[in-house]
């Protein structure tokens, strides 16, 4: 059997055995039918940052990048940029003219401050930090030298959404937060971007020193293809219900989502998420309707205290007989997968699959502007990281099955 081996899961890829088995495992989590009602079920307030008045809402994370690069013109403008990252949003970077310069990412996806502002020089523009599944960089001491030093933050939380740092959220800290929602979400796209407006500096003023407002950031977006929702929405629906295949709410589901393909036009195209590779011309498309509706619907206090169990249940079951990359779980994280280190990833994910469990065989693409051999620990990173599920939708039954099938392969490790 084989599996999809980039650094992003292809549910399209997965068998359909497999994503309607009752026991199927999946990387991201599902779609509960009754937040598609007309007065979602929400439990409480939006956290942040969908509290927010001034999120713009986008397609997918890539696209609130490219928006964020152009509203602050840092086309020509150098941005140091963490060595270890998936790849679309350098692409994004570049392709909005940003000349990227790295600094250093450590084995356990640590970034050190002092590296960070040790590569700065009188061309830096803004300093680019990831905050790696969750666990925040030193975002603290990097705000307060990007302030006192005029440098624009640029926070990534495409893995960290509903993550905080003590009890401050990830993405509050900097000049930009970028959101990836369907990552931590059940909803099939969606993006966000996230701009602080206080103008320190001048920071934010234009070439004739005029203040550049956030509503600049919105114009030009439009709605997405339907059948691109749809086409992702259904398959979240259905491994939520967990029918098995042939059982009537699985051909219901699947007629569902044949009949949105045929019904919609053939010229419309289904915009995936989940790629490696950027298509400006899907740069100007928004999140749908339906996923905002979905996120209103989400218990968020429920979904990060689920992770969190979860996460430590793995760190219990899987420690000193697997190397991990995080042995702890420091208040506020909100994890999105559990990384395990293994110089065997692609068989162990393959293993993993034969199960019904789908893991992430996360970020092994190298990217020209950093070859193998420059970074060794990213590279090393690139080359043993692999991440099992811990979302909210995973339960202590699944974790010990999970655990069990590793603990049966730890001699392929």
């Given at each position: 059997?084989?599996i999809?081996?980039?650094?992003?899961?292809d549910?399209?890829?997965?068998?359909?055995?497999?994503?309607?088995?009752?026991?199927f495992?999946s990387?991201?989590?599902t779609l509960?039918?009754?937040?598609?009602?007309p007065?979602?079920?929400r439990?409480e307030?939006?956290?942040?940052p969908f509290a927010n008045?001034?999120?713009?809402?986008?397609?997918?994370?890539?696209n609130g990048?490219?928006a964020?690069a152009q509203h602050w013109?840092?086309?020509?403008?150098?941005?140091?940029?963490?060595?270890?990252?998936?790849?679309?949003?350098?692409?994004?970077l570049?392709a909005?003219?940003?000349?990227?310069?790295?600094y250093p990412?450590?084995?356990n996806?640590?970034?050190?401050a002092?590296?960070v502002?040790?590569?700065i020089?009188p061309q830096?523009?803004?300093?680019y930090?990831i905050?790696?599944?969750?666990f925040p960089?030193?975002?603290e001491?990097?705000?307060?030298?990007?302030?006192?030093?005029?440098?624009l933050?640029i926070?990534d939380?495409?893995?960290a959404?509903?993550?905080c740092q003590?009890d401050?959220?990830?993405?509050?800290?900097?000049?930009?937060?970028?959101?990836?929602i369907y990552k931590?979400?059940?909803?099939?796209n969606?993006?966000?971007l996230?701009?602080?407006?206080?103008?320190t500096?001048?920071?934010?003023?234009?070439?004739?020193g005029?203040?550049?407002?956030s509503?600049t950031v919105g114009?030009?977006?439009?709605?997405?293809?339907l059948?691109?929702t749809?086409?992702?929405m259904?398959?979240?629906?259905?491994?939520n219900?967990k029918?098995?295949?042939?059982?009537p709410?699985?051909?219901?589901?699947?007629?569902?989502?044949?009949?949105?393909?045929?019904?919609?036009?053939?010229?419309?195209?289904?915009v995936?998420?989940g790629?490696?590779?950027?298509d400006p011309?899907?740069?100007?498309?928004?999140?749908?309707?339906i996923?905002?509706?979905i996120?209103?619907?989400?218990?968020?206090?429920d979904v990060v205290?689920r992770?969190?169990?979860n996460?430590?249940h793995?760190i219990?079951?899987l420690?000193g007989?697997v190397?991990l990359v995080?042995n702890?779980l420091p208040?506020?994280?909100?994890?999105l997968?559990?990384?395990?280190?293994?110089?065997?990833k692609?068989r162990?994910?393959?293993?993993l699959?034969?199960?019904?469990?789908e893991?992430v065989?996360f970020?092994?693409?190298?990217h020209?502007?950093?070859?193998?051999g420059v970074?060794?620990?990213?590279?090393?990173?690139?080359?043993t990281v692999?991440?099992?599920?811990?979302?909210?939708?995973?339960?202590?039954?699944d974790?010990e099955r999970?655990?069990?099938a590793?603990?049966?392969l730890r001699?392929?490790l």
């Amino acid at each position: 059997m084989s599996i999809p081996t980039t650094s992003e899961p292809d549910s399209a890829a997965v068998p359909e055995r497999l994503v309607t088995s009752r026991d199927f495992v999946s990387v991201y989590p599902t779609l509960d039918l009754r937040a598609l009602l007309p007065r979602p079920w929400r439990r409480e307030a939006p956290a942040f940052p969908f509290a927010n008045s001034g999120l713009h809402y986008y397609y997918l994370a890539r696209n609130g990048i490219y928006a964020m690069a152009q509203h602050w013109k840092l086309a020509g403008q150098e941005v140091l940029f963490p060595a270890y990252f998936h790849g679309v949003e350098l692409q994004t970077l570049i392709a909005a003219g940003v000349r990227p310069r790295f600094y250093p990412v450590h084995g356990n996806m640590e970034v050190r401050a002092e590296e960070v502002l040790a590569a700065i020089t009188p061309q830096t523009r803004a300093v680019y930090l990831i905050h790696y599944l969750g666990f925040p960089g030193p975002v603290e001491q990097l705000a307060e030298e990007c302030r006192a030093r005029g440098l624009l933050l640029i926070e990534d939380c495409a893995l960290a959404l509903l993550s905080c740092q003590d009890d401050r959220p990830l993405g509050s800290f900097g000049d930009a937060g970028i959101f990836c929602i369907y990552k931590s979400l059940p909803v099939p796209n969606g993006g966000a971007l996230l701009l602080r407006e206080d103008n320190t500096h001048g920071r934010y003023a234009d070439a004739a020193g005029k203040p550049v407002g956030s509503a600049t950031v919105g114009e030009g977006i439009r709605r997405p293809p339907l059948k691109s929702t749809l086409v992702s929405m259904v398959p979240a629906i259905w491994r939520n219900l967990k029918y098995p295949q042939g059982g009537p709410f699985h051909r219901l589901l699947y007629k569902l989502r044949t009949i949105a393909k045929a019904s919609l036009s053939d010229n419309t195209e289904v915009v995936p998420v989940g790629t490696n590779e950027l298509d400006p011309s899907t740069l100007q498309l928004g999140m749908s309707d339906i996923c905002r509706r979905i996120v209103s619907a989400q218990p968020f206090a429920d979904v990060v205290e689920r992770r969190r169990r979860n996460f430590l249940h793995l760190i219990d079951r899987l420690k000193g007989m697997v190397p991990l990359v995080f042995n702890q779980l420091p208040d506020g994280v909100c994890p999105l997968f559990f990384p395990v280190l293994t110089s065997n990833k692609v068989r162990i994910a393959e293993r993993l699959f034969e199960v019904g469990i789908e893991t992430v065989n996360f970020w092994s693409l190298y990217h020209p502007q950093v070859p193998r051999g420059v970074f060794p620990e990213v590279d090393r990173l690139r080359e043993t990281v692999l991440e099992l599920p811990c979302h909210q939708d995973v339960s202590p039954q699944d974790i010990e099955r999970l655990a069990g099938a590793l603990w049966k392969l730890r001699s392929e490790l």
